[in-house]
């Protein structure tokens, strides 16, 4: 057994790998998005059309990469840490719905 595994998530801090991950795929798209845009501007030696395709690029990358993100299947470690978020904080439903409202204390049946 792994030691992520025997530790409670609720506790568990991100590792340094989990918390770079989203810069780690925003600067692989940046870095993408330049590369597109020097070869432009070798190609028409127009900075605004290099400046464009590199605005172009850096957006498609970024939905392309988002997309096979979304396609990954989350680990049981994740869907055990989605479910204890969720219970933490009232369980699954619309966001557009408000929350049930708690009666008071002592303004029941059980309260007289």
């Not at 978020?85 to 002592?106: N, T, W, Y």
Request: hydrophobic letters at 45%; one cysteine or more; a positive charge.
């Amino acid at each position: 057994m792994s030691a992520r595994k025997s530790r409670p998530s609720a506790g568990r801090k991100p590792s340094r790998r989990e918390v770079l991950r989203p810069a780690e795929l925003v600067g692989g798209s940046a870095i993408l998005a330049v590369f597109a845009g020097l070869i432009m501007w070798m190609g028409s030696r127009s900075w605004i059309v290099a400046v464009v395709g590199c605005g172009v690029v850096f957006i498609i990358a970024l939905v392309v990469t988002a997309l096979f993100v979304q396609s990954i299947k989350p680990t049981d470690d994740e869907k055990a840490d989605i479910a204890e978020q969720d219970a933490r904080h009232g369980g699954s439903r619309p966001v557009l719905i408000d929350p049930p409202e708690k009666p008071a204390e002592g303004h029941g049946p059980e309260g007289h």
